[in-house]
């Protein structure tokens, strides 16, 4: 390989001795070695990637044409859906690739509390994947309110909103972030300089410190043992399997198979039932008409419940901002001797489903009114998601778990 | 996983279903499934053209072939004033079945009635008090409200699935110009009409992801291959 490499002269030779192009790749995907029983889960890093790809690729284009003016933002949208020559594409590929970022990466937080990816020593990574979260939330709250639709006013409206409620300083604050007494087109245009510049530079280089933490420490994998303790001669994990060629075919393969998923959607439901693009936004915003129901996209709904969960708005904005923050200490939470939850205790396995079920629910209670059983039912659910976090110290610590091979079997 | 994708596909339904209907007395119809076509769509957009369009425009529609075979063509639709008709003037229809959907708008032709007590001489029951005038009286003729106002408002609060279709409780009084069957494909024609008015790109978009998703299902096949290969190397 080298000797074939150190043949070729002309201008790849001339590259390479100012800038280490092969050297990366070798040391990043040929001698770059990953547990060879990645299975499924693992893809949906791959498909986040292949996802801020496609919102990054069609939103210069659509920035290209929309306008960001309180008069013209939705005509102007409209214009990109009828008049724009692939219009409609462009469009319709940055709205589904909203809604699938978070299916995307919720799948992915699910498989690393799973099986135990935050644990020692991937903290960091841990932690740069719950920055991403948080930054990936204000880049599509950001976004949601560009086409100046009903959705997009009064949700922008909620939100700032819930900064009123910060004692003291809450209304200042308001004026300051809307940079206007009401919310107008002051903040539309602020809105639009973080959704297409501040906040996609931000989420870039947490992308870039998340894949360069994750290289450092190497994948975990679905049995949750260090494939790093069992090396051979040459200190080449046991284990291990170079990630080029066999995880980029096999990747390549899933992409594939992602984008069959992404663009049946794409073509055939955009709208996805009224879930990824809403009805009431497709009427222009109105200050003066509010909305029968203002509710927040699908992605953001288990966190909208648990705000209205609390009868209080500034503990509602608490509650909600830790349901989030919470994942930061995950990594410190769990006690258990092994990682992945094929070895863990029984106490694990019924927290982790509680945890994917009260989110569930919480998610359809948010785009119910919070009223009678319903709100009952979203208090209820916004405590079993919390006891699901708190309590892990103790279940994680007292179960009996499983003493997990040495090996990889098989 | 089937199962779950189907509970889950019924709950997206469900949802959609009671946000719609919310303070309304009946439930939606569905819209007759007819076929839509070139022909349909010209019929449906001159009812439009002689119908709707001195009070509605559709802004965001301009120039195209079915809109210049209707008439239904942007010199000819209304300017709107925002301070008339004190302050409620008629909306623009460009996204109107996307908003409400196509099942709203239809039933929404069914939903008038004949009431004394308005200017217009008729009421509604999906917006009610509304201060449009049924624009098809002529050819629909007119029904008669079979329950009480406050029966009415007790539906209001039913959930969707107690509530009852439009011809429970609306009555024929006149029959219309035209048979009620050939009225109600007009109707539908009408409704496609502005279906395509709201996303004028549909076909062309359906057609394409045929490709797409074709090529991609070869591609797909072809990596699967190659990956296999590889994967035998460790073996
Ligand atoms: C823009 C968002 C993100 C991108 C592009 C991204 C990308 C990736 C990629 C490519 C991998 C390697 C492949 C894989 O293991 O799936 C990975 C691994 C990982 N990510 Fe992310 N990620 C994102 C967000 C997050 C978030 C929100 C979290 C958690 C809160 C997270 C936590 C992790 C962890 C723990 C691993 C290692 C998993 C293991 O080795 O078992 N990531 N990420």
Redesign the interface.
């Known amino acids: 390989m080298s000797q074939r490499r150190a043949e070729t002269s002309g201008i790849s030779d001339w590259i390479n001795q100012r800038l280490p192009v092969n050297q990366f790749f070798i040391r990043h995907l040929v001698n770059y070695f990953a547990p060879k029983n990645l299975n499924f889960w693992y893809f949906f890093g791959v498909f986040s990637l292949v996802v801020l790809a496609n919102q990054v690729l069609t939103g210069i284009a659509l920035a290209m044409v929309y306008t960001p003016t309180g008069a013209e933002a939705f005509a102007s949208v409209e214009h990109i859906m009828r008049h724009v020559p692939y219009g409609w594409l462009l469009r319709y590929m940055h709205s589904t690739g909203a809604s699938a970022f978070f299916i995307v990466i919720y799948l992915h937080i699910y498989r690393a509390l799973m099986y135990g990816s935050y644990r020692m020593p991937r903290e960091l990574l841990w932690l740069t994947g719950c920055v991403l979260f948080m930054v990936l939330m204000a880049e599509s709250f950001t976004g949601y309110v560009l086409p100046w639709g009903q959705m997009s006013f009064w949700g922008a409206k909620v939100i700032a909103e819930l900064f009123g409620t910060i004692p003291g300083i809450g209304t200042t604050l308001v004026h300051w972030i809307q940079g206007d007494y009401v919310i107008s087109e002051v903040l539309l245009k602020r809105f639009f300089a973080f959704h297409v510049i501040a906040v996609p530079l931000i989420l870039i280089a947490m992308v870039m410190l998340h894949i360069v933490a994750l290289h450092s420490v190497g994948s975990n994998n679905p049995e949750g043992i260090e494939i790093k303790d069992q090396c051979d001669r040459r200190g080449r994990p046991l284990d291990g399997i170079q990630f080029h060629p066999y995880y980029t075919v096999k990747d390549i393969m899933a992409v594939l198979g992602f984008l069959i998923v992404f663009a049946w959607v794409l073509f055939y439901v955009p709208e996805f039932w009224g879930l990824f693009l809403e009805p009431a936004n497709f009427q222009p915003a109105n200050p003066l008409v509010t909305p029968a129901h203002i509710q927040p996209v699908w992605y953001f709904s288990s966190f909208f419940a648990m705000l209205r969960a609390v009868p209080d708005k500034s503990y509602g904005a608490l509650v909600m901002l830790s349901a989030v923050v919470i994942l930061c200490f995950v990594p410190w939470l769990d006690r258990s001797p092994v990682r992945s939850i094929r070895y863990k205790g029984i106490g694990s396995k019924i927290a982790l489903s509680c945890l994917v079920l009260s989110f569930s629910i919480l998610g359809f209670l948010g785009t119910q009114p919070a009223v009678g059983g319903y709100l009952i039912m979203a208090r209820i659910m916004t405590g079993v998601y919390f006891a699901c976090f708190l309590a892990m110290p103790i279940y994680t610590r007292i179960e009996s778990c499983r003493t997990p091979p040495k090996r990889i079997q098989g | 996983m089937r199962k779950f994708f189907k509970a889950f596909?019924s709950?997206?339904?469900a949802?959609?279903v009671i946000?719609?209907c919310?303070?309304a007395p009946i439930r939606l119809e569905s819209m007759p499934q007819l076929k839509s076509s070139q022909a349909r769509l010209i019929s449906g957009g001159r009812l439009f053209a002689q119908h709707c369009m001195q009070c509605h425009s559709l802004?965001?529609?301009?120039h195209d072939p079915i809109g210049d075979a209707s008439g239904v063509v942007p010199d000819r639709m209304p300017k709107i004033d925002p301070e008339a008709w004190s302050g409620h003037p008629p909306p623009d229809l460009?996204?109107i079945t996307?908003?409400?959907?196509t099942d709203w708008l239809y039933t929404y032709f069914y939903s008038y009635y004949q009431d004394a007590s308005r200017p217009t001489g008729s009421n509604h029951l999906l917006t009610a008090n509304t201060s449009m005038p049924n624009p098809f009286e002529q050819l629909q003729g007119t029904h008669q409200l079979m329950i009480s106002k406050d029966q009415l408002s007790v539906l209001e609060k039913q959930p969707a699935s107690q509530k009852p279709p439009w011809y429970r409780i609306l009555k024929t009084m006149h029959a219309g110009s035209i048979p009620a069957a050939e009225f109600d494909t007009q109707l539908t024609e009408l409704v496609l009409f502005l279906e395509y008015v709201?996303?004028?790109?549909r076909a062309?978009?359906?057609a394409?992801?045929?490709w797409?998703?074709m090529f991609?299902?070869i591609?797909?096949v072809v990596?699967?291959l190659?990956?296999r290969e590889?994967?035998k190397m460790?073996d």
């Open positions: 596909i709950i997206v339904i949802l959609n946000e719609l919310d303070a802004q965001y529609f301009t460009s996204l996307r908003y409400r959907g709201g996303e004028p790109h062309a978009r359906e394409l992801g045929g797409v998703i991609l299902l591609f797909f990596a699967f190659l990956y590889y994967w460790l």
